[in-house]
């Protein structure tokens, strides 16, 4: 079956503590990011990847970190997560282009206390 | 003043009851148009996209796309309680772009 999946898919940290949310997908798709979701925000994308070794920031990169050693796989780093780091995080992949063609994993719901 | 918005509901319905599902934006270059459904504890899935202006049907759903007045319109027939679920819109600029703009999304809930 063609999935995107995150691991965790909810979290609950501490101030400070570094985590890592892992995503993978099984579609061979070139293109990959990271998104988070808040009320009256929507989505908003915060890390992309057009290729192996090729991240580049989104609209929201500040307090994340992210690396695409290998295809399938885009971890998102969080090295001092804060409060305002509280939220829905999705995984999405898709082929390079096609703009509409967008696969989202079933998301990570963040809690930093 | 943001590049799309979205009614953020909720959207309280019967069940049969025709939906209308709507989002403005501000982006003259717009040409893709895409409509979302996100069940509850889930990922974003793609519903329907369109082309530039016009309407594209797909069973009960509806997609409509007015480009001059910079609205499009997601119509749901006969809504059902499994089409209970907060409805994004997304645009991008042409096909071959990797960026997408959302809407906030709207909540619906369809009662039996």
């Known amino acids: 079956e063609a999935q995107v999946t995150q691991n965790p898919r909810y979290l609950i940290t501490v101030t400070g503590k570094k985590l890592t949310v892992t995503c993978s997908q099984n579609m061979n798709h070139e293109y990959m990011s990271w998104y988070r979701q808040d009320p009256g925000l929507g989505l908003r994308q915060i890390y992309y990847s057009m290729n192996v070794e090729v991240t580049d920031k989104g609209d929201v990169p500040e307090g994340y970190k992210v690396s695409r050693k290998e295809k399938r796989n885009f971890p998102l780093i969080l090295e001092s997560p804060s409060p305002n780091q509280t939220s829905l995080y999705f995984c999405?992949?898709?082929?390079?282009?096609?703009?509409?063609?967008?696969?989202f994993g079933p998301g990570t719901r963040l809690t930093v206390t | 003043q943001k590049e799309v918005e979205q009614d953020p509901g909720p959207l309280s319905v019967p069940e049969g009851a025709i939906v209308s599902l709507n989002c403005t934006y501000s982006n003259s270059a717009f040409q893709y148009f895409m409509w979302y459904r996100q069940y509850s504890r889930k990922g974003p899935e793609l519903l329907m996209y369109t082309y530039s202006s016009g309407n594209k049907e797909d069973g009960r759903f509806t997609a409509q796309v007015d480009k001059s007045s910079k609205y499009i319109s997601l119509f749901i027939r006969d809504s059902q309680p499994s089409d209970s679920a907060t409805y994004l819109c997304a645009m991008s600029p042409d096909y071959n772009t990797d960026k997408l703009i959302f809407g906030t999304g709207t909540r619906l809930q369809v009662f039996p």
């Open positions: 999405a992949s898709k082929v390079q282009g096609a703009a509409y063609e967008q696969y």
